[in-house]
C-alpha cells in the first residue's frame, strides 16, 4: 500500500514540475502555476481509484482459500436451532428456550464478524447480524421480536408464543441448512 502512496507522491510531483517551466505566449509564469492546480482534481481521482482498487485486490486475496460466507456460521447456527426446536417439542419452558437460543446464535454471529456491544439493542443487533448469516430478514426480524418478548415483557410466554417460536425456527433452520452445503 505504501507503493502506491509513493507513486502517486511521485506522479503528482511530476505533473507539478512539468508545469513549472512552461511559458507561452500570452501566460504569465502564475499562470501556468494555475494550469498545473487544474490537474490537481484529476490526480486526485486517479489516487482514490488506484488505492481502492488496490485495497479491493487485498481484500479479495485476503478472502481466498477461505470457506464461503456463512458456511461454519450456518451450520453452527441450524446445530443451535435444531436444539432449541427440540426442546420446544419436549414441552420446556418457551421463555427460557427462545432466550437461550438467542444467546447462543449471538454468540455464533458476533465470533463471525457481527458487531453487538452492550450500547446495542437488540434490533441494532440484528441489522449487524444480518451481513454474517445468509437469510431473510423477515424470519431474523420475528425471532429477535420473540426474544424481546421472552427477555422483557412481563407476561406470560405461552404456547401461542412457543408455537410462533418453533415455526420461525423451522423456517430458519431449513434456510441454513440450504446454505451451509
Same mark, same amino acid.
Given at each position: 500500500?505504501?507503493?502506491?502512496?509513493?507513486?502517486?507522491?511521485?506522479?503528482?510531483?511530476?505533473?507539478?514540475?512539468?508545469?513549472?517551466?512552461?511559458?507561452?505566449?500570452?501566460?504569465?509564469?502564475?499562470?501556468?502555476?494555475?494550469?498545473?492546480?487544474?490537474?490537481?482534481?484529476?490526480?486526485?481521482?486517479?489516487?482514490?481509484?488506484?488505492?481502492?482498487?488496490?485495497?479491493?485486490?487485498?481484500?479479495? #486475496?485476503?478472502?481466498?482459500?477461505?470457506?464461503?460466507?456463512?458456511?461454519?456460521?450456518?451450520?453452527?447456527?441450524?446445530?443451535?436451532?435444531?436444539?432449541?426446536?427440540?426442546?420446544?417439542?419436549?414441552?420446556?419452558?418457551?421463555?427460557?428456550?427462545?432466550?437461550?437460543?438467542?444467546?447462543?446464535?449471538?454468540?455464533?454471529?458476533?465470533?463471525?464478524?457481527?458487531?453487538?456491544?452492550?450500547?446495542?439493542?437488540? #434490533?441494532?443487533?440484528?441489522?449487524?447480524?444480518?451481513?454474517?448469516?445468509?437469510?431473510?430478514?423477515?424470519?431474523?426480524?420475528?425471532?429477535?421480536?420473540?426474544?424481546?418478548?421472552?427477555?422483557?415483557?412481563?407476561?406470560?410466554?405461552?404456547?401461542?408464543?412457543?408455537?410462533?417460536?418453533?415455526?420461525?425456527?423451522?423456517?430458519?433452520?431449513?434456510?441454513?441448512?440450504?446454505?451451509?452445503?
Amino acid at each position: 500500500m505504501s507503493v502506491v502512496v509513493a507513486g502517486i507522491v511521485y506522479l503528482l510531483v511530476v505533473i507539478f514540475n512539468s508545469f513549472r517551466g512552461i511559458s507561452t505566449p500570452g501566460f504569465r509564469v502564475g499562470q501556468s502555476v494555475d494550469a498545473a492546480l487544474s490537474f490537481v482534481p484529476l490526480a486526485l481521482v486517479l489516487a482514490l481509484g488506484v488505492t481502492s482498487t488496490v485495497w479491493a485486490l487485498q481484500r479479495h #486475496r485476503r478472502t481466498q482459500g477461505s470457506p464461503p460466507p456463512g458456511n461454519v456460521e450456518s451450520k453452527q447456527a441450524a446445530s443451535v436451532i435444531r436444539g432449541a426446536l427440540a426442546s420446544l417439542r419436549r414441552g420446556t419452558d418457551p421463555r427460557s428456550v427462545i432466550i437461550n437460543c438467542y444467546r447462543s446464535l449471538t454468540e455464533i454471529l458476533q465470533r463471525s464478524g457481527a458487531v453487538n456491544s452492550p450500547a446495542m439493542t437488540a #434490533r441494532e443487533f440484528e441489522l449487524s447480524s444480518q451481513q454474517v448469516l445468509s437469510v431473510r430478514r423477515d424470519a431474523v426480524h420475528r425471532l429477535t421480536g420473540l426474544f424481546e418478548i421472552a427477555r422483557y415483557s412481563n407476561r406470560d410466554v405461552g404456547r401461542k408464543e412457543a408455537s410462533e417460536a418453533e415455526a420461525t425456527l423451522s423456517e430458519l433452520r431449513l434456510e441454513l441448512e440450504g446454505t451451509a452445503g
